[in-house]
């Protein structure tokens, strides 16, 4: 059969070229053409879908879970974490007593003695003196959840 053929809507049989049964050819041609496009666009969604997730984990993965930046920025500077660091971003954080905590967030250890997780980050801010006894650094009276928000914020700077 050649396009021609088809295009008149004819199709070869044994009693020579006949016309198509009306409608039926083209209607199954554009449950086809609807398919494919459904699952092109299916796929690309699929795609789309995956390429966000992924965005979103690298995201988390960055920061602390529940913990949010912004907040966490804005706690840095009100419990003048700044007097003793220099923190890049946050307002007045120009102490020298503590380490600079610019690229915290690519260091292996808090404080030299706890492996650099989320967890013991907060733990580190929240209880120094427990994990340190004696070390200059104060505990401060940080909540978990301000302690998340500060993390979130410190694994910004890599
Ligand atoms: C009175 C000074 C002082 C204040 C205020 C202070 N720190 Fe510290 N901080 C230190 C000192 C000193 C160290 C170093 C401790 C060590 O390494 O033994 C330290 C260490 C750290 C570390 C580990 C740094 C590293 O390089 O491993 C982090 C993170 C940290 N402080 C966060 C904070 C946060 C967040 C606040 C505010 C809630 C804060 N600090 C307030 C003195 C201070």
Redesign the pocket.
């Known amino acids: 059969m050649n396009d021609a053929t088809e295009l008149a809507g004819c199709v070869p049989c044994r009693g020579g070229m006949k016309p198509v049964r009306r409608g039926r050819p083209q209607a199954w041609h554009f449950r086809v053409v609807l398919l494919e496009v459904g699952l092109r666009v299916g796929v690309a969604c699929l795609v789309l879908l995956g390429v966000i997730t992924m965005a979103g984990c690298t995201e988390a993965g960055a920061t602390v879970a529940g913990g949010n930046a912004v907040r966490g920025k804005r706690?840095?500077y009100a419990?003048?974490?700044g007097?003793?660091?220099v923190i890049p971003g946050v307002a007045e954080a120009n102490?020298t007593?503590?380490?600079p905590?610019g690229g915290?967030g690519s260091?292996y250890?808090?404080?030299?003695?706890l492996e650099?997780t989320p967890e013991n980050?907060k733990r580190?801010?929240r209880e120094?003196q427990q994990v340190?006894p004696g070390?200059?650094?104060?505990n401060?009276g940080?909540t978990v959840e301000q302690a998340g928000d500060?993390a979130a914020y410190?694994y910004t700077l890599r």
């Open positions: 706690l840095l419990y003048d974490c007097s003793c660091h102490g007593l503590g380490p905590l915290i260091r250890y808090v404080a030299g003695l650099n980050l580190w801010i120094p340190e070390g200059a650094m104060p401060l940080v500060m410190l």
